[in-house]
């Protein structure tokens, strides 16, 4: 293959299954020797992942570079934006936060002018020391009202020279009329991008859909270059959503005794603006550990461990909390001596009290007062990977946080980069639970003050796990994909006499 191939994955809709085929499309490629780099030019997404040298990106393209057996960098996500509210996000260019900004604010004529170049200049950048690159689309390509500033799409293709192939849900229905009404709404030039289809999410008989993918052929002049199955438990880090991504691989398992004499049931806070929840997949990935998000406080009853998550805006979680119960139900928890983790914003939520003029601009608000701790925000963001010990295990972390936490003292013993008061632990460390050997500890600990006679698995490694999920992905490809017609595009760029499908988007750019 000759240096430099790319393809863009495009959609019918969001969680059409471009993440997957994404991801499945680099591990098959790494599995043949080859160079490979994902890239998404934007994405919107309260799961981030921090960079060895302190970048953000999303977390889905960290799971990408996995997959494709890379190093993480901001080069594979240039622009990444992390909501605040419904109107506005933080805008996060090249791994660093630059500042708020309103959906009108940027999508403004300047964004396209000043975005594109920098997002092409980071794809050519990755092509021009990878064998392939293969990118993520956002949304749909089919959003005409968006199409005049798009970088991350039809615009990147256009303007980098990729070939498109557009995934659609069948599982959702409709997607004959998704396939043809994404390609007949895009402009004569738009539509020259557009080079085949995968059907994701197919149950059944795949020679009773054949018909179909022959009339699509004859209406758009375009292939369709694979046809995915179902498949449960797919582990990916979601770009935003509730599921946990091991959960599926976990449900089928939980079915044989765990290791030990009993379960032990994890519920999650689903507060507003989550972020990170894939912190608790490395839970959901044990042998008896059930895992679920929770909004109600009688839903805590039956729980030996309450997770308040990671959350973008932590004050608006503090009052959700509150308006819910959830927060008088926790006290009362941590009153019996019964455990509770809070991770990042929910370890701020569990202090004494937070100064916000940053965030929310709410000003100082009483948090749960569980811990010690105080919380001031700084404009400045900590994006970290700090190591360290707790419990007598290593443990490897990463952190995404503007919130300071200035430590009051009473706590019964430092835990990680927070501390733990009786049965209420706290950190602002994402991922680490991910090392084997503490969350094993952590579990113990968890399962003694519970009174649970549960016992970790002694042979659960979650990184083995991830790679057995990303090796399915690049399965489903090679199984289930043209990867012959998938390399041609990759190497040949975008195919010549694709034919124009009328009528056209009305105003569309050409």
């Known amino acids: 293959m000759t240096l430099g191939g790319g393809l863009l994955i495009a959609g019918t809709t969001s969680d059409a299954g471009k993440s997957v085929v994404t991801a499945g499309i680099c591990r098959w490629l790494a599995r043949k020797g080859l160079r490979v780099a994902p890239f998404k030019a934007q994405n919107m997404s309260l799961n981030s992942f921090v960079t060895k040298d302190g970048a953000e990106i999303g977390r889905a393209q960290a799971m990408q570079a996995a997959a494709a057996r890379a190093e993480p960098s901001a080069l594979m996500n240039p622009v990444l934006l992390k909501p605040g509210s419904d109107r506005s996000s933080q805008v996060v260019l090249l791994g660093k936060p630059v500042g708020e900004m309103s959906a009108r604010g940027y999508h403004a004529e300047w964004r396209r002018e000043g975005l594109l170049e920098t997002v092409t200049d980071c794809l050519n950048e990755l092509r021009r020391t990878h064998d392939a ?129 009993d379960l032990l049931r994890v519920a999650v806070t689903a507060v507003p603006l989550m972020s990170n929840f894939t912190d608790v997949d490395a839970l959901a990935a044990e042998p008896g550990v059930i895992v679920r998000f929770v909004d109600r406080p009688e839903e805590l009853a039956d729980a030996d461990l309450v997770v308040l998550p990671g959350t973008r805006g932590t004050v608006r979680a503090l009052e959700w909390l509150r308006e819910r119960g959830l927060a008088d139900a926790i006290a009362r928890r941590a009153a019996e001596g019964r455990p509770v983790l809070g991770i990042c914003g929910g370890f701020q939520a569990l202090g004494e009290r937070i100064e916000d003029e940053v965030e929310s601009k709410a000003g100082t608000v009483a948090g749960l007062g569980l811990l010690p701790v105080r919380v001031r925000f700084a404009a400045g963001k900590t994006l970290a990977r700090p190591v360290g010990e707790a419990l007598g295990e290593r443990v490897e972390g990463y952190e995404i946080h503007h919130g300071i936490a200035e430590l009051q003292g009473g706590g019964d013993e430092p835990f990680l980069d927070g501390c733990r008061v009786g049965s209420v632990w706290g950190t602002h460390w994402h991922g680490s639970l991910e090392s084997d050997g503490f969350r094993r500890a952590f579990l113990r600990r968890v399962a003694e003050a519970a009174g649970r006679a549960f016992v970790p698995a002694p042979d659960t490694r979650f990184g083995e796990l991830r790679e057995e999920q990303l090796d399915r992905l690049g399965d489903l490809i090679e199984e289930h994909a043209d990867t012959d017609a998938l390399l041609r595009l990759i190497e040949g760029g975008v195919p010549d006499g694709l034919p124009f499908v009328p009528p056209g988007a009305p105003g569309g750019t050409d």
């Open 133 to 261: 690159v293969i990118c993520e689309g956002a949304g749909s390509p089919a959003e005409i009202n968006l199409r005049r500033t798009d970088i991350v799409n039809l615009g990147l293709a256009r303007a980098a020279g990729l070939p498109v192939v557009v995934v659609g849900d069948i599982d959702r229905g409709g997607v004959f009329a998704s396939f043809f009404g994404t390609t007949a709404l895009l402009s004569r030039e738009d539509q020259r991008h557009i080079a085949a289809y995968v059907v994701n999410k197919f149950r059944g008989d795949v020679t009773l859909l054949e018909p179909g993918l022959d009339m699509l052929r004859d209406l758009t002049g375009r292939p369709t270059v694979g046809v995915l199955p179902y498949a449960h438990g797919l582990g990916i880090d979601e770009e935003d959503g509730l599921r946990v991504s091991l959960r599926g691989t976990v449900r089928e398992s939980v079915v044989a005794p765990p290791h030990g004499a």
